[in-house]
């Protein structure tokens, strides 16, 4: 079974602080992705990867940056916490389809 | 612009009925339709996918039905259980491995 781990269940930062999610696939897969769920929006694709080192924007890039420096390892980083920033973040892998998701992390900007 | 279009927004079923929950989408180079389904405090997973190449795939109680003229596609649950009451995300991906989302319907099963 594929097993994607994101690092932390919960997550509480304050506003302007530098925020780092990780998240580890244990597959192999080349692709990897970003989402954040917020209710009645779905899950929106901030960014996803298909190798190590590449990146691509999604839909709704902006106020987050993303680093792929092994292939397991998917990192999304907040360079500026803001509270429109709270939300839950889920982390995907995949290879030829279909895509896995972690349990997400729940962020809470104050 | 949102490309996948679900409905409803939430649905109340009795045990035993039949839950169907719908999706539409503009992009006609879509070619691969996931259904997830995600329980509290988890992750979506894969509950069941379609190619338009089938107008119908059925897995136990779950099938989906997908008509490519009308660009629809829609999740049938049979037999409802209280187990499947969650939240489903209907999606679509055409050429890549990016998915396009619905915004979700949460199923409530009653007894």
């Known amino acids: 079974d594929v097993k994607v781990t994101q690092s932390s269940r919960y997550l509480v930062k304050r506003t302007g602080e530098k925020v780092f999610l990780e998240c580890v696939q244990d597959m192999d897969h080349e692709n990897m992705f970003w989402y954040r769920q917020d209710p009645g929006l779905g899950l929106r694709l901030i960014y996803f990867?298909?190798?190590?080192?590449?990146?691509e924007k999604g839909d709704i890039p902006e106020g987050y940056s993303v680093s792929r420096e092994k292939k397991e390892r998917f990192s999304l980083i907040l360079e500026s916490a803001s509270t429109n920033q709270t939300s839950m973040y889920l982390c995907?892998?995949?290879?030829?389809?279909?895509?896995?998701f972690g349990d997400g992390t729940r962020l809470s900007i104050l | 612009q949102q490309q996948v279009k679900q409905s409803p927004q939430s649905l109340i079923v009795q045990k035993g009925g039949i839950s169907i929950i719908n999706c539409a989408y503009e992009n006609t180079a879509f070619d691969y339709f996931p259904w997830y389904q995600q329980f509290p405090g988890k992750g979506p997973a894969l509950l069941i996918a379609i190619r338009p190449d089938v107008s119908e795939k059925k897995e136990g109680r779950f099938t989906i039905s997908f008509n490519k003229s009308a660009k629809q596609f829609s999740l049938h649950i049979m037999d409802s259980q209280p187990g499947d009451s969650a939240t489903y995300f209907c999606a679509a991906s055409g050429g890549n491995e990016k998915l396009t989302f619905g915004t979700g319907t949460r199923l409530t099963i009653i007894p």
């Open positions: 995907a892998s995949s290879l030829n389809q279909p895509q896995h």
């Open positions: 990867s298909y190798d190590v080192k590449m990146k």
